[in-house]
């Protein structure tokens, strides 16, 4: 199959899906400037990543928020949404795609314009007190001085994204696992498959019938196993050529 066929024959499935939803991980969001956490350019090359274990959080909290505060929210901060995260959203607000389960805390869908979203690790823009368990956004906390502590009982806060030895949260657990019920097309962007319980999705997914149409730089642990389209491509890049491809066959029906 032609280069060029793969994006029409995506589009095709894409376009006729009944029920198609989006599966991303830390590729998308490289272009944004944000690093992986694992691989050649990995956080964990120059970060510990026992610092992300909640029995570490616990025992040496204010050593752990200081990592925190200096790779999620002195960096991630500054990011902002690339092609591939305001194309989902466009596909969103076309009734093309229905929602979005990602591995990523970076709220980065949520700022493209998305508006279902499963964040299956959580959100780095919500932190939850571990006493009186209050969620707040991060905008109303001072992150100058280390732990951070609830406004209403002095508890401790903590990103609420799930550490090492974390389950994942709910409800964004069981509504990712409810999607591979429903939908009859996955579009697989930026993730390996190498990070579990979430690794697990794509293949669940496919089992139920769906359509795995998989977008990344290089083949993955899906790729030959679960994936019917492999786009070989940068995040950004495929996205914009599947989204001309798809504005084509919208304009011809």
């Known amino acids: 199959m032609k280069h060029a066929d793969r994006y029409a024959d995506a589009a095709d499935i894409i376009c006729n899906a009944r029920r198609c939803v989006a599966f991303t991980g830390a590729g998308i969001s490289v272009e944004s400037g944000i690093p992986p956490f694992r691989g050649e350019n990995g956080l964990w090359n120059r970060y510990d990543p026992s610092t992300f274990d909640i029995g570490y959080f616990h025992r040496h909290t204010?050593?752990?928020?200081?990592?925190?505060?200096?790779?999620?929210?002195?960096?991630?901060?500054?990011?902002?949404?690339?092609?591939?995260?305001?194309?989902?959203?466009?596909?969103?607000?076309?009734?093309?795609?229905?929602?979005?389960?990602?591995?990523?805390?970076?709220?980065?869908?949520?700022?493209?314009?998305?508006?279902?979203?499963?964040?299956?690790?959580?959100?780095?823009?919500?932190?939850?007190?571990?006493?009186?368990?209050?969620?707040?956004?991060?905008?109303?906390?001072?992150?100058?001085?280390?732990?951070?502590?609830?406004?209403?009982?002095?508890?401790?806060?903590?990103?609420?994204?799930?550490?090492?030895?974390?389950?994942?949260?709910?409800?964004?657990?069981?509504?990712?696992?409810?999607?591979?019920?429903?939908?009859?097309?996955f579009i697989l962007i930026g993730t390996t498959g190498t990070?579990?319980?979430?690794?697990?999705?794509?293949?669940?997914?496919?089992s139920c019938g769906a359509a795995i149409i998989e977008i990344n730089p290089v083949p993955s642990e899906y790729t030959a196993r679960v994936t019917d389209i492999f786009l070989e491509a940068r995040a950004t890049e495929a996205m914009t050529h599947l989204m001309e491809k798809i504005a084509g066959r919208t304009r011809q029906q």
């Open 195 to 206: 990070v579990a319980p979430a690794n697990l999705i794509p293949s669940a997914a496919k």
């Open 62 to 185: 204010k050593e752990s928020w200081q990592v925190i505060r200096e790779i999620f929210y002195d960096l991630f901060g500054r990011v902002r949404p690339n092609k591939a995260h305001t194309a989902l959203a466009r596909l969103e607000a076309d009734g093309v795609v229905k929602s979005v389960i990602t591995q990523n805390v970076d709220n980065l869908h949520y700022d493209a314009g998305s508006r279902v979203v499963h964040e299956f690790h959580g959100s780095l823009k919500r932190v939850k007190c571990l006493s009186c368990h209050t969620r707040f956004p991060i905008s109303d906390i001072d992150l100058t001085r280390l732990p951070p502590e609830c406004t209403l009982c002095s508890g401790v806060l903590k990103p609420d994204v799930i550490f090492f030895g974390e389950s994942i949260p709910e409800p964004a657990g069981y509504l990712s696992f409810e999607e591979t019920r429903q939908a009859d097309c």
